[in-house]
């Protein structure tokens, strides 16, 4: 079965860095997701990508944050100035017009 | 506002026994509703989904879930746990097919021998 991929599975970064995370989506979907579970905490919705552009974010997602579609097959998510509140897993998740929402496994990201 | 609440933090359940998840929303109208399953160090897999039809919907790994609009509950079920079910467990909502997903705090699982 077809999977989303990210890459890293754990990230270190010192506060301040610019961090990028790396998903593959499923290659016939069309949407796209970023979202993010802070330890203990529930996982909360980032951004939606579709069609080359956001087509809706959340209030965590601020200047800070970016996402892009480089090259039609991985899907970016920007952290341009790490803080130590953006450490948590972030999950990469992607749906087709005839397929559930996939989720990949995820990268932790540990800010110091 | 849009919400998924699941008010069990934690169950514990013997092996063998039937389990039985809590989910409640409040949405403006019936929204797309799904229960997905995390293990741990693992992604979200999803258990099941419900958009419309029957209330009575069934999944991978032996668990169903029912809707029920008078409740605006969406309780997941499975008749005999393994151990390999404990996980934690996550109910989401979704105004519909393409929109962000709202998740529920989660139900940890333990499965006692």
């Known amino acids: 079965e077809p999977e989303v991929t990210q890459t890293p599975s754990h990230q270190v970064t010192q506060m301040g860095q610019e961090v990028i995370l790396r998903c593959v989506p499923i290659?016939?979907?069309?949407?796209f997701y970023w979202y993010r579970q802070i330890l203990g905490q529930k996982v909360e919705f980032l951004v939606s990508f579709y069609n080359n552009e956001i087509s809706e974010k959340s209030e965590i997602f601020d200047d800070q944050f970016s996402v892009e579609r480089p090259d039609g097959s991985n899907f970016t998510l920007k952290i341009r100035s790490t803080k130590l509140e953006d450490s948590a897993m972030y999950f990469c998740?992607?749906?087709?017009?005839?397929?559930?929402?996939?989720f990949g496994n995820g990268t932790r990201l540990t800010v110091t | 506002a849009q919400s998924v609440t699941q008010p069990d933090i934690h169950i514990t359940v013997s092996e063998g026994a039937s389990l039985e998840l809590r989910c409640n929303y409040s949405y403006g109208a019936t929204p797309y509703l799904f229960w997905y399953v995390q293990s741990p160090g693992q992604g979200l897999q999803l258990l099941l989904k419900?958009?419309?039809?029957?209330?009575l919907v069934q999944g991978i790994k032996g668990f169903e879930a029912e809707f029920k609009r008078s409740q605006s509950s969406f309780n997941l079920r499975k008749p005999s746990v393994h151990w390999s079910d404990a996980a934690e467990y996550f109910c989401a909502a979704a105004r519909a097919a393409g929109n962000k997903l709202t998740f529920g705090g989660g139900t940890r699982v333990l499965v006692k021998p």
């Open positions: 290659s016939n979907h069309l949407y």
């Open positions: 419900y958009f419309s039809g029957d209330t």
């Open positions: 998740a992607s749906l087709g017009l005839r397929s559930p929402l996939h």
